[in-house]
């Protein structure tokens, strides 16, 4: 049971035009929600989150947009660079008991920028 | 500072054999998380320590499968009789505590191939 959604498995964007990834779920629990990135052979890497109580967060060039209510988050990437080509997993999280720290991950999507 | 190591990077074996894959966990963090990743699919979590608590077993996908943490740090995830279907990267995370907004940190992974 697939509770956090990533519907595109890939996007191809120009170098300096907007990255938009996308990302669904279905736990109204969720309180925190976490972007990773990964390259090939290497692990993931922490990105960007916002919590439940915010609907924006932004970090530079990334920021992180989340709707509670349509239960969606996206992530923006502008402008986008080659090396952002990597494929970027949606996660998120609540604590409640045992779950306490568990992260609930998207099957990512492989963005491809191109010069 | 040094982080998360995982060891070995890749390994192959039998059907039928058992593989032990090994974690080191970033110093201090008293949370350590073991996520698989299989082809085309999403992180999927498996098990969950922090501190000395009981740890989460509750994503391990059967009793073939079992973790140690000895003394709050290494971790050890076991597989007994491999099967084709285990074949995935193992990923091991660690965390400063399991509270929501702190970041996990990723090992490179093992690459585990079922032959």
């Known amino acids: 049971d697939q509770q956090v959604k990533q519907n595109s498995p890939s996007l191809s964007v120009q170098e300096g035009r907007i990255s938009i990834l996308n990302c669904d779920y279905t736990?109204?629990?969720?309180?925190?929600f976490l972007w990773y990135k990964k390259y090939p052979a290497e692990g993931p890497t922490f990105l960007i989150s916002?919590?439940?109580?915010?609907d924006k967060n932004e970090d530079g060039r990334f920021t992180v947009f989340l709707n509670k209510s349509a239960k969606h988050l996206s992530l923006h990437i502008v402008p986008s660079q080659p090396g952002d080509s990597a494929v970027y997993f949606c996660?998120?999280?609540?604590?409640?008991?045992?779950?306490?720290?568990?992260?609930?991950f998207g099957r990512g999507t492989q963005l491809t920028v191109w010069p | 500072g040094a982080g998360v190591s995982q060891s070995p990077s890749n390994k192959v074996t039998e059907k039928g054999k058992d593989v032990e894959l090994r974690c080191d966990p970033i110093?201090?963090?008293?949370?350590l998380y073991w996520y698989r990743q299989s082809l085309g699919q999403g992180l999927e979590f498996l098990i969950y320590?922090?501190?000395?608590?009981?740890?989460?077993k509750s994503g391990l996908p059967s009793d073939r499968f079992s973790a140690e943490r000895t003394g709050g740090s290494v971790s050890t995830l076991t597989i007994q009789r491999t099967q084709q279907e285990d074949s995935a990267v193992y990923l091991c995370?660690?965390?400063?505590?399991?509270?929501?907004?702190?970041?996990?940190?990723f090992g490179p992974g093992t690459r585990l191939t079922v032959t």
């Open positions: 320590f922090q501190g000395n608590s009981a740890p989460d």
């Open positions: 995370a660690s965390s400063r505590t399991g509270g929501t907004s702190y970041e996990q940190y």
């Open positions: 916002i919590s439940s109580i915010k």
């Open positions: 736990n109204s629990m969720f309180d925190y």
């Open positions: 996660a998120a999280k609540y604590d409640r008991g045992s779950t306490l720290g568990r992260l609930y």
């Open positions: 110093s201090g963090h008293t949370a």
